[in-house]
């Protein structure tokens, strides 16, 4: 007979920002041995869809990223539930006159319809453990909803069948050089305010929390000592899921839930060992307009970070701010430049200039969405001579628009989720560079973006010695 489905509910308190996604990743990689893991990420704002994700074309959170790398799965946009949707599906329910005329109540309706989403996952993926990260903080007035329907998710599955994780911040103050609890403390009851008692307190420290600080969180907040687990500052997230086997997070998931699934980190050990202990070391560019915040690239650190883990390599990234680019002597040294996708015209110059310099002194160039598609405005202005070429995003007037709008979408008057997403098949040119990386002529990759390189001018760009490897 097959075992319930368990759940576990990471929450988070104190301040946002602490690494909730991580935590339930890391906590979801050492239980995969040998269970199917689902991921579901609650988010309080009312948008209906943030990010972008993969095959299916539905835009999710961008923990789903981690969510991918730590446990192997290729999540769906189902696993994301904003309050916008959920208020959408009310909204559509109420229409359909599924409520049969009954005034709709945040309780029950609402909260209903949550659980109901999180009961369908699970029962569609036939998951063994569903991992439920609810975004934001304890005591956030846009969370209240998804943290009472988690609270009534204990009399649903049954006690013995969820667990609450909550991660905190256990500060140092300057000067005090003492951990301090409080703040968990007051997160704690917050939460138990709600009606949801932790059975897992995740600290989050500069430092491994002492025996003290332990049995202090352990006394005011009603878990076990040992339920008191570190979650130490590290410089490089993967670091995670060792620490919290050596915190024996595991072991204490395996009573709560009655099940057993032994955590295997071998390969994992393997990656970070590649990580710390590089063979060669580079240098490269990234030349966009969000420079000064970090996290607007972040699944291209992510995606640098596995790079650097599977060839051995340590890679520095030069951020460059290209808003008013004029000095390009940051090229200097650098062994390749990548230009990110971003949206309007801000910065757009000077990401061709850095473009331009790149093709001229032979530096390796990687454009991503609008990085490719003003790779192609560089080429066809200095190049094929096309004077003024430019994307009718930029410039609904050029004489040359290199890059244009996707025919099907010159008529598209709401903009939410309607580019063109999701896994797309490309047919690649052999003995191209990129034939030579995928060793095939077929390949899907996901898309997102509403342009395309202009056909009409398809045939002077490779005269003039572009290559087009791969189209779609």
């Known amino acids: 007979m097959k075992m319930p489905t368990k759940y576990i509910i990471v929450t988070g308190g104190v301040l946002s920002g602490l690494g909730k996604g991580i935590a339930a990743a890391s906590i979801g990689h050492l239980l995969s041995s040998r269970l199917k893991i689902v991921p579901i990420k609650c988010d309080g704002y009312l948008n209906v869809d943030p990010g972008t994700m993969n095959p299916f074309g539905g835009e999710v959170d961008m923990d789903f990223g981690h969510y991918e790398r730590y446990l192997g799965v290729t999540c769906k946009s189902k696993w994301n539930l904003t309050m916008g949707k959920v208020f959408d599906m009310v909204r559509q329910k109420e229409r359909r006159g599924d409520y049969l005329g009954k005034t709709v109540q945040y309780i029950p309706h609402v909260t209903d319809v949550i659980k109901s989403h999180v009961f369908d996952v699970a029962r569609e993926e036939s998951a063994d453990l569903v991992i439920v990260e609810i975004g934001g903080t304890v005591g956030d007035i846009e969370n209240e909803l998804f943290l009472e329907s988690m609270r009534q998710m204990k009399e649903d599955v049954g006690r013995e069948n969820i667990a609450y994780v909550h991660l905190t911040y256990v500060p140092i103050p300057y000067g005090v050089n003492e951990q301090k609890s409080k703040p968990t403390q007051q997160s704690v009851n917050l939460l138990k305010q709600r009606g949801i008692f932790p059975d897992i307190i995740i600290g989050r420290c500069s430092q491994f929390l002492t025996k003290k600080v332990k049995a202090k969180i352990s006394n005011f907040c009603d878990v076990d000592p040992e339920a008191v687990i570190t979650g130490l500052d590290v410089d490089d997230v993967y670091e995670i899921p060792i620490i919290f086997e050596k915190e024996g997070i595991a072991e204490i998931l395996h009573k709560k839930l009655n099940i057993y699934s032994p955590p295997d980190l071998r390969r994992w050990k393997q990656f970070i060992d590649n990580l710390r202990h590089p063979k060669k070391e580079i240098t490269v560019a990234m030349c966009g307009k969000y420079t000064k915040l970090e996290d607007s690239y972040a699944s291209i650190i992510e995606s640098f970070n596995h790079c650097a883990a599977h060839l051995g390599c340590k890679i520095n990234l030069k951020w460059v701010e290209t808003t008013d680019l004029k000095d390009t002597s940051f090229m200097e040294g650098v062994d390749g430049v990548?230009?990110?996708?971003?949206?309007?015209?801000?910065?757009?110059?000077?990401?061709?200039?850095?473009?331009?310099?790149?093709?001229?002194?032979?530096?390796?160039?990687?454009?991503?969405?609008?990085?490719?598609?003003?790779?192609?405005?560089?080429?066809?202005?200095?190049?094929?001579?096309?004077?003024?070429?430019?994307?009718?995003?930029?410039?609904?007037?050029?004489?040359?628009?290199?890059?244009?709008?996707?025919?099907e979408q010159k008529e598209i008057v709401d903009k939410g989720g309607t580019m063109r997403l999701g896994a797309y098949t490309a047919v690649l040119k052999e003995g191209t560079l990129v034939h030579s990386l995928y060793k095939s002529t077929e390949v899907s990759e996901r898309h997102r973006h509403r342009y395309e390189v202009n056909p009409d001018y398809h045939q002077i760009i490779t005269e003039k010695g572009m290559v087009f490897s791969g189209c779609s």
Request: overall charge negative; glycine content about 12%; charged content about 25%.
């Open 338 to 407: 990548l230009v990110p996708g971003g949206f309007g015209h801000r910065g757009t110059e000077g990401k061709i200039e850095a473009i331009r310099v790149a093709r001229e002194r032979n530096i390796p160039f990687l454009g991503l969405c609008l990085g490719l598609q003003l790779g192609v405005i560089e080429f066809a202005r200095h190049v094929c001579g096309l004077e003024r070429a430019n994307s009718t995003e930029m410039d609904a007037d050029t004489p040359h628009p290199v890059i244009d709008i996707l025919p």
